[in-house]
């Protein structure tokens, strides 16, 4: 008999070989019908994996990120089977699960898939699902899976086979279909009820631009035909809010060949409203005690090669760049910590002098692969709003929670009101990947745990997810049309102080380590107002819209009072600008809602008569006259209550 202990520590004995989904039954049949994968200590299996030993597990069901991505991952394998049909002699990449759905990168020959074949394959997949093919789990050698594929012709699979270690290459058999994979998938085809494969796009062999060009599917699954109506729906709505196609409307932001991709152009309205996020977050550092510095966009390699990030960042950087000195090299950066561990050791320092809480907006370098560029998502250059506070041990917890009191502000300003917090922590039974003493990483662990119960945070704790320098909290965030960005981390490191060699004089008279800890509410810069774009659409809260009000003069003959109510409202720090365009106010009115402009202010004959301004709100149709000093009374307001702290 073996043990079985589950998430609320409760044990039953079972017989040694009982699989997960068996497990679910003897709980109850109707979780047995939900089960799609499960979790063995730290690894996500097959539902239908044997178990020969005392395990922690947990059962994950679709309303798991896991179980969605057993069944996401097994859908990939689905449609592949269902190609292999259709397109016999077609040859295989790889064919991940990702965030939402799944994508398979295949070499369909001389053979050009155009969007009608889609629908066939969808058709197929629906036809093999109703079979209820299960995945059947298989150990090979590395020699049988060469020979296996050798016979295949397939190129690819042979390529991933040799970079594999003998005894832990799998396959996976699913109906006519066998593929080397690690796994997990669902118990079989049947939970697969509604099919959308979405679009069809090129993606380069293992990422390589040098290499051959493959045919990528993405596509979906779910367990109803509803979730996939609704989803549907909800890709509409993603589309009206894409950041690249409302940042180009609006006048936000641009890319030009000419400068180099994934290098953003910031026009003036981007300008101002990501300059505004910033003096936002200065003066929250302010309050809490941070220290602004400024370090070069560039460092000697020497830097980063002791910090560890030309090792982890090195093929992923701009490559160095030689000096006219021999043998001299120095790198855009890829980090800021570094230099901020450099300007730490500026002077000696004691005990008292902590925590010492340096910040930044600071901006890296990656030279991402040109498939993954997309919009300010993912950019080769970004502006990270960085800070390290350095502390010492005894205070990782004050500094946390000030952090998440920071992070929580941010998220309340700007409306994002559903959000939990993955607490991530080391690996129960693997230490040894891990750097610096129990003691500590209990301490920083501990502190974590502790900070966000004392804030009544709806946590998540994921075991195996730390760093290996040390434990992190990340905050996962549901825009508002439930689609989830990672968004703020706080992460705890014991290696970067001991690899700089950082220390403090402690009370002791002794000296100590710091501990570092980094922090980035927003992330990047780019990243963030690429998120805040789709999250509302365009429209910004008032405090933070480059373009607050706009002046609509029904006729020319009513400029010079537009410019004089302009005026006002500058002086008042309102931002706005008039229409002076001679369209009908009709037209005005619809293009100032298309920019998203909040508030529309109509002057004409009555309002010129009567000293007043006629006011439309985005969104919420006239409000009536008001008398200017009123309204930018109303304005600021407003805003200031957005803004307080």
Known sequence: ????????????????????????????????????AAKVNDQVWDATRPINNDVNLRLFTWDNTEGKAAMWH???????????????????????DIENGFYYDMDFGGYALVPEDLVKIENKMLELARQKQQFIRKDVTKADATAFFTEKKDEYKLELINDLTDGTITLYESGVFVDLCRGPHIPDTSFIKAVKLL???????????????LTRIYGITFPKQKDLADYLVLLEEAKKRDHRKLGKELELFAFSQNVGSGLPLWLPKGTDLRGRLETFLREVQKKAGYLQVITPHIGNVELYKTSGHFQKYGKDSFQPIDT????????????????????????PRSYKDLPLRLAEFGTVYRYEQSGELHGLTRVRCFTQDDAHIFCRPDQIKQEFIAVIDIVLHIFKTLNFTDFTAQISLRDQNNREKYIGSDENWEKAENAIIEATKEKGMNTTIEYGEAAFYGPKLDFMVRDAIGRKWQLGTIQVDYNLPERFELEYVGSDNQRHRPVMIHRAPFGSMERFVAVLIEHTGGK???????????????????????????????????????????????????DAELQRIPYLLIVGEKEVTEGNISVRKQGSGDMGSFEVEAFANLINDEVKKSLEY
């Open 1 to 36: 008999m073996i043990n079985i202990t589950f998430p609320d520590n409760s044990v039953r004995q079972y017989s040694e070989g009982v699989t997960a989904l068996e497990v679910a039954r003897s709980i109850s049949e109707g979780l047995a019908r939900n089960v799609l």
């Open 74 to 96: 097994s859908s990939a394998h689905l449609m592949a089977e269902a190609i292999e049909i259709l397109f016999p002699g077609v040859k295989f990449g790889i064919g991940p």
């Open 199 to 213: 679009n069809i796009a090129g993606a380069y062999w293992r990422g390589d631009e040098k290499r051959k060009q």
């Open 324 to 347: 006219p000195v021999e043998g001299e090299q120095f790198m855009l950066k890829p980090m800021n910590c570094p230099h901020h561990c450099e300007i730490y050791k500026v002077k």
């Open 540 to 590: 910004f809260p008032l405090w933070l819209t480059p373009e607050q009000v706009i002046i609509l003069p029904i006729s020319e003959k009513f400029h010079d009072y537009a410019k004089n109510v302009l005026n006002l409202l500058n002086n008042s720090d309102i931002r706005g600008s008039i229409d002076e365009r001679s369209e009908k106010i009709g037209k005005k009115i619809r």
